[in-house]
């Protein structure tokens, strides 16, 4: 059974930094796709930032420059290091993955590609 849990959430100042871990048990991560979703109230889940399987990452226009993903997989690890915080960066973020198949580089980021999701960590910026 494949289990995702996320750590590191936290309550930062607008310009601080974090970083998000995701530890995935059940499968072995080296050859699977890898992402970090995030939802805020009232919103609809998006994509942040997707690493596929040589490791070339995505992100949304909106985290380019501020966020970097990796994944480390040895230990079976995925990361998300956050700076330059901004309050629109608020959200529940969620790690998801999926593996047996392949997924076009301009889909890494759609919700509907992942099967296996974590139960997510708070992040919370203020102002």
């Known amino acids: 059974q494949v289990q995702l849990v996320e750590s590191g959430g936290d309550s930062v100042q607008a310009g601080g930094s974090l970083r998000l871990s995701c530890a995935a048990s059940g499968y072995t991560s080296s050859n699977d796709y890898m992402a970090w979703f995030r939802q805020a109230p009232g919103k609809a889940r998006e994509g942040v930032a997707a690493?596929?399987?040589?490791?070339?990452?995505r992100y949304a226009p909106s985290v380019r420059g501020r966020f970097t993903i990796s994944k480390d997989n040895a230990k079976n690890t995925l990361y998300l290091e956050m700076n330059n915080l901004k309050p629109e960066d608020t959200a529940m973020y969620y790690c998801?993955?999926?593996?047996?198949?392949?997924?076009?580089?301009?889909?890494?980021?759609?919700?509907?590609?992942?099967?296996?999701w974590g139960q997510g960590t708070q992040v919370t910026v203020s102002s």
């Open positions: 998801a993955a999926d593996s047996g198949r392949p997924i076009d580089w301009f889909l890494l980021l759609a919700t509907f590609k992942y099967r296996y």
């Open positions: 690493i596929d399987r040589t490791g070339s990452p």
